[in-house]
């Protein structure tokens, strides 16, 4: 077991999947008028895509406060782990400013967050077998 990660299994892993796909999903719908909104889901569906691919493949997910620690532990996922834990890396770059700042996130900062977030959930759907 790795430090700073709680076991997990199947149930975990299909309730963070479900969780993923509802983030992208409103994220894809805010994305023309809510980019702030677009983005912030963007971010919180790859946290939960990670969690779920983790649970799936290794049986384990990070739980410590600081999102960044479920980075080294999803680049050990085989077959892709590390392109998603480098699409994870760039979304929680903008976590904070798409979450708890004052200022706006730009359209084209929210576009690249979608499709960042969107190819890591594909990769989690393909591997999970959905």
Do not use: W
Not at 36 to 58: E, W
Not at 74 to 80: E, I, N, Q, R, S
Not at 98 to 113: C, N, V
């Amino acid at each position: 077991m790795t430090p700073g990660a709680d076991e997990c299994a199947r149930p975990e892993a299909e309730l963070r999947f479900a969780q993923a796909r509802d983030y992208l999903e409103l994220a894809e719908l805010a994305l023309d008028e809510k980019p702030q909104a677009a983005a912030g889901n963007a971010v919180l569906s790859a946290i939960a895509a990670s969690d779920a691919i983790c649970c799936f493949r290794l049986g384990q997910r990070s739980r410590g406060q600081d999102h960044r620690e479920a980075l080294s532990l999803l680049a050990t996922v085989p077959d892709g782990g590390q392109q998603m834990a480098a699409d994870l890396r760039r979304l929680l770059d903008i976590k904070d400013a798409a979450h708890y700042s004052a200022t706006l996130t730009a359209q084209t900062t929210a576009r690249t967050a979608v499709v960042r977030a969107r190819r890591l959930f594909d990769a989690v759907r393909t591997a999970m077998g959905r």
